[in-house]
């Protein structure tokens, strides 16, 4: 990713394209940074300090987790704006890394504006690591966390299985483009189930110790933290929205365990 440091050049005045390139990039970056898992008052940090890096003035930033808009004009007095809409958020902190480092680049070095559409392209190439592997570390954070919750080795054996199928519901849900909620209630719903069923057949020994290392694996973690931090850095509209959006996927994964004890629940004491 490291190109030639000779390609960057200080910018002359800035033309209608060179500032409609700027905010092409700005917009494609944020995007792709809030995608990627970037917290919203990073994101608006960064753009904020690119257009000001290349001596844009009255800038305007209207960012939430689905919408992003800015506007800015040169010294010159030349005015552009820009608006993007934000697909549904997912977490991939190498791509994230990668942006982040970029945002610290075009900050330092501001290359030439028609070079960063290019740059942003760069940034995003990242190693993508095949299913298995990513598999395999679910499954071995899985275990540790079962014995964390005082699970047994039948236990830890049920929740690397457990993990395996879930992993895989994922994969085939996510091609399909189900709800968010609906596909929490599914997993949650599954995996209990399968507990359910490995405690009535006698292998597994705690019930309670394999569903809860289970909802570690889908519970959203990442986008809490990133709702509370919303809400401390004037972000409370962003932050009180995620809140909510997390509060309703916890509420579909209790859902799908409470229907799945609704069902099969007399199979087993626990």
Known sequence: M???????????????????????????????????????????????????????????????????????????????????????AGIHLSRLKNLNRLSYRVCAKKPVPSTLQHLLEESEIVREYPDWVILLGQIVGMLCLCFLFNGSFHDAICVAVITAVIHYLMMLLSKLSINRFLCDFLYMFAATCMAIFTVYIGFADHFSSVVITITMLILPGIPLVNAVRNLICDHEINGFLQIMKVAFETLALAMGTVAALGLFGRWITW
């Not at 940090?45 to 992003?68: P, Q």
């Open 2 to 88: 490291e190109r030639d440091e000779t390609m960057y050049t200080p910018p002359k005045e800035l033309t209608e394209t060179d500032i409609g390139q700027i905010l092409d990039f700005v917009v494609c970056l944020s995007r792709d940074m809030i995608v990627s898992g970037a917290n919203l008052e990073r994101v608006e940090l960064a753009a904020d300090k690119i257009c000001s890096s290349y001596d844009l003035r009255d800038i305007s930033i209207f960012l939430l987790s689905t919408h992003m808009s800015i506007a800015a004009k040169t010294q010159s007095g030349l005015y552009a704006s820009r608006q993007i809409t934000i697909p549904p």
